[in-house]
């Protein structure tokens, strides 16, 4: 299935393709900034999901960001659309077999840290994978990698480290932290809020943890960063909503494209 998705891809498109970007939830008018833009809409891909959470187009861009060819997710796919965990991966594959060495994550999450405000661009510097599943269960494609996959470096020190020094030229704050992943799509309650501090995370969010699995197992670094939309559940006094995560989104989107052109220049 992989194999005929990225067929059909290169049929389309040439070119060799080293850095993957995913767009979260209202970030996806970064993939407008990308030159000499070439589309494929995951509708048209063979066996491909179809993102339909709101705020995702569900298409692939590719072109070129600040001089290098990328690769960007227009729109993720969620579990709590009811994919399976395979599906939500399968995009990470699809890059690796495009030639993706390097994976720049991006998505919106709570705040859990007390230290955080909404607005705040977090560098992941680790997560939990809260969602009880793991998309490596079943029998191992030894092709994309190995049996048990150690997650010590998940997220790319190396990768952070660079993030936070263009942050600093740019003059930008960045905060860092562990992202908890769950699936969503109810909100947390408060006392899951409680927990998961306790737990040590320090933002919470419906995405990401699977790709990072994925991605590690087949040999691709991450950089990941999660842009602060709201206070977690409990922490504000006031009802989460959609709406105040994707306005915050469209709010920060430039300056996260800023942060994420100046990187893609550098790595
Ligand atoms: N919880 C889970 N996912 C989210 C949140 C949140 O508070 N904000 C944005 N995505």
């Known amino acids: 299935m992989i194999e005929s998705a990225v067929e059909f891809i290169k049929s389309k498109i040439t070119g060799d393709f080293e850095i993957g970007i995913i767009l979260g939830s209202g970030l996806g008018t970064l993939g407008e900034k990308i030159e000499n833009s070439q589309y494929v809409d995951y509708a048209d ?92 269960i079943g029998r191992n494609d030894d092709r994309f990698g190995v049996r048990f996959p150690d997650m010590s470096f998940g997220y790319s020190p190396e990768l952070s480290r660079v993030a936070f020094n263009c942050a600093k030229r740019l003059n930008m704050k960045l905060q860092k932290g562990v992202y908890i992943g769950c699936t969503g799509p109810s909100y947390e309650t408060p006392a899951e809020i409680r927990a998961f501090r306790i737990m040590g995370a320090d933002a919470v969010g419906m995405s990401t943890v699977q790709e ?28 989460l909503t959609e709406e105040e995560v994707l306005t915050i989104g469209r709010q920060k989107s430039e300056e996260m494209q800023t942060l994420i052109t100046e990187i893609v220049g550098e790595i």
Do not use: W
């Open 45 to 136: 891909i063979p066996n491909f999901p179809v993102s339909t959470a709101p705020g995702h187009v569900g298409r692939f861009v590719f072109g070129q960001l600040n001089g290098k060819n990328v690769m960007c997710m227009q729109g993720r796919i969620h579990l709590y659309e009811g994919y399976e965990v395979s599906s939500v991966v399968m995009p990470i594959r699809v890059m690796k077999m495009m030639g993706v060495k390097k994976l720049i994550v991006t998505n919106a999450a709570g705040g859990i840290n007390e230290n955080f405000d909404v607005g705040d661009i977090m560098v992941i510097s680790d997560h939990i994978n809260f969602t009880g599943r793991n998309c490596l």
């Open 212 to 239: 990072v699995i994925a991605a590690n197992h087949c040999g691709i670094e991450v950089l990941g960063f999660s842009l602060i939309s709201n206070k977690a559940a409990g922490l504000s006094g006031e009802r």
